[in-house]
């Protein structure tokens, strides 16, 4: 994988409140998802080349799966990451 430079993006959502606060604030699930979405389409005409996302559970019990991570290459890289 190639090092970061100046023409990469790098966003991040942290959620400070469990996400059953969020699901009945907002009604879903998925807000922070969506609003990483969000952000990725803004930088979508600026030359990217790839995207991709990355949940950390900050909380996870020990020996159990902490993180998730999704790559893909290409002009509609956002589109092709899993839908909200």
Do not use: W
């Amino acid at each position: 994988m190639e090092t970061l430079k100046h023409e990469c993006g790098v966003a991040l959502v942290r959620l400070f409140k469990p996400q059953s606060y969020y699901e009945q604030k907002y009604g879903t699930q998925s807000y922070a998802l969506n609003k990483l979405y969000l952000m990725m389409e803004k930088q979508h005409n600026r030359g990217q080349e790839g995207a991709g996302i990355a949940c950390v559970n900050m909380d996870a019990p020990v020996g159990t799966e902490y993180m998730f991570r999704e790559k893909a290459l290409g002009k509609d890289a956002i589109t092709s990451l899993p839908a909200s």
